[in-house]
């Protein structure tokens, strides 16, 4: 009924996006949507199959309900196979509704997380297929995880 | 010229704007102020509330000197173009973010590019630091860790 898009990119704008776009191919790029908050201010995000833009909750749980339904529409137009984030809390709707259509998840843990992680990843870490950390510090939080390292 | 980055936090960083203001008489500056308003008194060279990854880079690279909130991607990007920068953290105690910047700051230290600042003393420190001569690329932070982007690009292949 609809095509099929092969990854799901969603991030924060911000620190999220610096890392998500120096933690991604070009070849993945350009088979992915991309999902980031709607605030005109960041521009210029480019490689990608396209980009979508959706709610910021921010701190505010209850645009988390409205992103609820953005994340299902998106998903079950688009029913990808994977979704990738780097953070922050936007990723969380749309990881739990991949995970119910069986998409495989890859969260990527902000590399400023040394001494503690973030909740997203707290929250996510039972949820991921790939779990990636930049610190080898946060290896006691989150055993099964890889330590992997940004592109410059 | 002085870069002067806050970010794209949706908190405002009055601390860090009022003190680089001050610095504006004596220096030259350019600000990314996001979502803090810019004092009508403040005398900066030029200011704007965001922009793209890479108009931030050419002011990074234009500067002799950066001041920032310690956002990841402010310090990776002036040790990538070898730039001095001095971290102001954003503190939640004054309600400047969500998670306190303090823990990034601290992993950051020990870099011979970085420099972390109490805000009462960001007059003198940009002085001090000014003063040094160029130090070249001596970031440490070089490690043999696989590249993220490899280790995405293993996951998907192994899953197609």
């Known amino acids: ?152 | 010229m002085i870069f002067v980055s806050v970010g794209t936090n949706f908190k405002s960083f009055d601390r860090l704007i009022d003190s680089v203001c001050e610095l504006s008489s004596k220096y030259s500056i350019v600000i990314q102020h996001g979502n803090t308003i810019l004092p009508s008194d403040c005398r900066v060279v030029e200011s704007f509330d965001f922009s793209s990854p890479e108009i931030m880079r050419k002011f990074i690279s234009d500067s002799e000197l950066v001041i920032a909130h310690a956002g990841v991607a402010i310090i990776e990007e002036c040790l990538m173009l070898n730039r001095r920068i001095i971290l102001v953290p954003r503190m939640l105690e004054f309600n400047e973010c969500v998670d306190d910047q303090y823990e990034t700051a601290i992993h950051y230290k020990d870099d011979t590019m970085v420099f972390i600042s109490n805000i009462e003393n960001l007059y003198s420190d940009v002085g001090k630091i000014l003063r040094i001569p160029n130090l070249g690329n001596k970031s440490k932070n070089f490690d043999t860790t696989p590249y993220v982007s490899d280790l995405v690009d293993d996951f998907i292949n192994n899953n197609e």
């Not at chain 1, 994340?71 to 936007?90: C, D, E, N, Q, T």
């Open chain 1, 1 to 152: 009924m609809f095509n099929r898009r092969e990854f799901f990119v969603v991030t924060s704008t911000g620190g999220h996006l610096y890392e998500i776009e120096r933690c991604l191919s070009a070849n993945v790029k350009r088979r992915s949507v991309f999902f980031m908050p709607l605030d005109g201010k960041t521009s210029l995000i480019s490689g990608y199959l396209t980009v979508k833009h959706i709610i910021e909750p921010d701190t505010k749980y209850i645009l988390y309900f409205f992103l609820f339904f953005q994340a299902f529409f998106w998903v079950i137009l688009y029913r990808p196979k994977i979704m990738i984030s780097a953070g922050s809390g936007v990723c969380i709707p749309f990881f739990l509704l991949g995970k119910l259509i069986g998409a495989k998840l890859i969260y990527i843990e902000s590399k400023s997380r040394f001494i503690s992680p973030s909740k997203t990843a707290k929250f996510l870490y039972y949820f991921t297929d790939l779990f990636i950390i930049q610190n080898s510090s946060l290896k006691k939080f989150f055993t099964v995880s890889v330590v992997g390292r940004m592109h410059k």
